[in-house]
């Protein structure tokens, strides 16, 4: 999982360009939208308003034209984009939650199907080498 300084972090020492969040912004617009009106409507849902919402609001909109930019935004802004942030990359994270949501899906259509978890009722009756 991305932890904050992870994903606002830019690893210049490596050849790095941009930061995690930096990517996202600038490479996926469309879900970059999405979760900057996602973090406004929270903030403004929790009770955040004013100087602190307006601060975070021109954080995340600096970020698509400055993807190395490491921005300062408030831990409430933080809880709702690390999340997000993780099922968007391809970490390990995301993929056991992809895996778990795909197998949920087969065992409801499994059980739709009519098949039950059931116990071996008989054992067999001679092993085979």
Do not use: C
């Not at 993807?67 to 802004?77: H, Q």
């Amino acid at each position: 999982m991305v932890t904050k300084n992870e994903a606002n972090t830019v690893d210049k020492e490596n050849g790095g360009i941009a930061s995690r969040l930096g990517m996202v912004a600038k490479y996926k617009p469309e879900l970059w939208e999405g979760l900057v009106a996602r973090v406004a409507e929270e903030l403004g849902a929790r009770g955040i308003n004013g100087d602190k919402l307006a601060k975070d609001m021109s954080q995340l909109d600096l970020l698509p034209q400055n993807p190395d930019t490491e921005v300062d935004l408030s831990e409430e802004a933080w809880s709702i984009i690390l999340p997000w942030l993780n099922y968007h990359l391809p970490t390990g994270w995301a993929n056991a939650l992809t895996l778990t949501k795909v197998r949920k899906s087969y065992v409801a259509r499994l059980i739709r199907l009519g098949f039950r978890k059931e116990k071996q009722k008989r054992k067999p009756r001679r092993w085979f080498r």
